[in-house]
């Protein structure tokens, strides 16, 4: 339908929710997951709060589901934002999973909607502060940058989930800087997002998990005192896929209350303090 904006949000989980409410208002927002329940209530919830809201099952693993995901939506309108923020965490997945999820899902994404995205289309994936503590060798990150997504798959896998976790966020940031030149050849842009530890189902498992306490004592160690809002992040996706960011494109933003700067300045598991 011509005329109409739509936005397309992958994962219905804390920040997908949190982004539809901030950024699709007035807009179409097509919704995606791939777990029905999940996707149905957070539908639910956003219609009964007056969003314009689709759903459509989709697990972003799956190339041939994320390429339908990106024309059905491009049939419904112009394409004016595109927020990758499905995915799986390191305390509830396999290293499989992460690397099929996190590593290769955010690839397709990234394929899916350059095919159709326009002049204006804002593209952010969601990576995570992890990628920001990767060491990999210039060699492999420019394979994880540039390599086609079907190839990532086939790269040897780290030995933990993690590694594999630091590996496939780090994936996300340099794959997206990498593809930042053809998205500009369209008129439109596309960057990450990395957050610390935001509020959502994600990491109530991880807080819950045999590193929660570690995780949640970082917070009190950088000075913040607490965990971030899935809000906060959505403002970060706002600003990234608003009018005030039209020169921001191939690059990272960083939401962490400060957690990687006291890591790599003041920690002692790093600087051995
Ligand atoms: N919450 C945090 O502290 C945190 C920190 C850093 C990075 N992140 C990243 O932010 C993103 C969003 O996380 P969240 O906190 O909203 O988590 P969440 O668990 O609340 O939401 C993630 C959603 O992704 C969906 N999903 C999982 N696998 C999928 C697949 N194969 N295809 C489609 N959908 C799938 C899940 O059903 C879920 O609804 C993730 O990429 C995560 O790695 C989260």
Redesign the pocket.
């Known amino acids: 339908m011509t005329g109409r904006e739509v936005v397309v949000v992958?994962?219905?989980?804390?920040?997908?929710v949190?982004v539809a409410r901030r950024i699709g208002s007035g807009r179409r927002v097509v919704l995606?997951?791939?777990?029905p329940q999940?996707?149905d209530l957070?539908v639910e919830t956003l219609r009964a709060e007056g969003y314009d809201v689709r759903g459509r099952i989709?697990?972003?693993?799956?190339p041939v589901a994320v390429t339908g995901l990106a024309e059905d939506a491009a049939a419904e309108g112009r394409i004016a934002a595109v927020v990758?923020?499905?995915?799986?965490?390191a305390a509830t997945a396999t290293v499989e999973?992460i690397m099929?999820?996190?590593l290769a899902?955010t690839a397709h994404v990234i394929d899916a909607f350059h095919a159709v995205a326009t002049h204006g289309t804002s593209c952010v994936c969601?990576?995570?502060?992890?990628g920001h503590y990767a060491t990999l060798d210039p060699a492999r990150e420019r394979a994880l940058a540039t390599a086609p997504s079907e190839q990532l798959l086939s790269f040897e896998p780290p030995d933990d989930r993690t590694a594999a976790?630091i590996l496939a966020?780090r994936a996300n940031q340099v794959r997206v800087q990498a593809a930042a030149p053809a998205w500009n050849r369209l008129g439109a842009r596309i960057n990450t997002v990395?957050?610390?530890?935001?509020?959502?189902?994600?990491?109530r498992?991880?807080a819950a998990s045999a590193t929660g306490a570690q995780m949640m004592g970082m917070l009190d160690a950088c000075g913040i005192g607490r965990?971030?809002t899935?809000a906060e992040?959505a403002e970060a996706v706002a600003f990234l896929t608003g009018p005030a960011s039209l020169y921001v494109t191939g690059t990272d933003l960083l939401i962490d209350g400060g957690q990687a700067a006291w890591l790599r300045w003041h920690s002692p598991y790093v600087s051995g303090q």
């Open positions: 992958t994962g219905a989980g804390g920040m997908g949190a995606a997951d791939a777990y999940v996707l957070a989709t697990d972003v693993a799956d990758h923020t499905a995915g799986v965490s999973q099929a999820v996190d899902g969601i990576a995570s502060m992890a976790y966020k990395s957050p610390g530890v935001i509020v959502t189902p994600m990491s498992a991880e965990a971030g899935a992040v």
